[in-house]
T-cell receptor, first 110, second 115 residues
Framework: GQQLNQSPQSMFIQEGEDVSMNCTSS?????WLWYKQDPGEGPVLLIA?????ELTSNGRLTAQFGITRKDSFLNISASIPSDVGIYFC??????????FGAGTRLAVHP | NAGVTQTPKFQVLKTGQSMTLQCAQD?????MYWYRQDPGMGLRLIYY???????DKGEVPNGYNVSRLNKREFSLRLESAAPSQTSVYFC??????????????FGPGTRLTVL
């Protein structure tokens, strides 16, 4: 079946630093989504990407849909303590089914 | 709008007991989904309902059944709970248009422990 490889698994950074994480797949996706999950909560959609090569920003977050349609990355600039959480990439496959990466756990030290 | 709501928030069961997890959405979405999340893993699809009246298996359907009661509600039933079903369960919904945005929106989750 389809699988996503998300890296890094975890990151420990200082407040103010930039963050980069990515997802790769052996399969092509038509849509890439990036979610953030806070402790005890459900995932919340951050950015949605619909076209190969698309670069989309949401405040300090920027995400890109890879040209090959098999990868995507998410950047967070000037991190702040509330950026702490788990970030998931997800590719939208057949029948609108999402395939999730295992997540990147982000810790921000003030 | 409440978005996607789930009940209960927490549940402890003994092996062999049954229970139903409830999910409702007020966004008039066509599609609804049930996922489970285990430590260190992403969410895995259990069952989904592309539209009212239809349900299909996802990646990990064994031990579960679902009912799409109406457009708003999609329930997940464990007939005979097992410790391997200890997990956090998330319900999600999406508009599921043929083209364009098909983002899924998630509920707050149900934390289930099976002893």
């Amino acid at each position: 079946g389809q699988q996503l490889n998300q890296s890094p698994q975890s990151m420990f950074i200082q407040e103010g630093e930039d963050v980069s994480m990515n997802c790769t797949s052996s399969s092509i996706f038509n849509t890439w989504l990036w979610y953030k999950q806070d402790p005890g909560e459900g995932p919340v959609l951050l950015i949605a990407l619909y076209k190969a090569g698309e670069l989309t920003s949401n405040g300090r977050l920027t995400a890109q849909f890879g040209i090959t349609r098999k990868d995507s990355f998410l950047n967070i600039s000037a991190s702040i303590p509330s950026d702490v959480g788990i970030y998931f990439c997800a590719g939208l496959g057949g029948y609108n089914k999402l395939i999730f990466g295992a997540g990147t756990r982000l810790a921000v030290h003030p | 709008n409440a978005g996607v709501t789930q009940t209960p928030k927490f549940q402890v069961l003994k092996t062999g007991q049954s229970m139903t997890l409830q999910c409702a959405q007020d966004m008039n979405h066509n599609s609804m989904y049930w996922y489970r999340q285990d430590p260190g893993m992403g969410l895995r699809l259990i069952y989904y309902s592309a539209s009212e009246g239809t349900t299909d298996k996802g990646e990990v359907p064994n031990g579960y059944n679902v009912s799409r009661l109406n457009k708003r509600e999609f329930s997940l039933r464990l007939e005979s709970a097992a410790p391997s079903q200890t997990s956090v369960y998330f319900c999600a919904s999406s508009e599921a248009r043929l083209a364009g945005a098909n983002e899924q929106f998630f509920g707050p989750g149900t934390r289930l422990t099976v002893l």
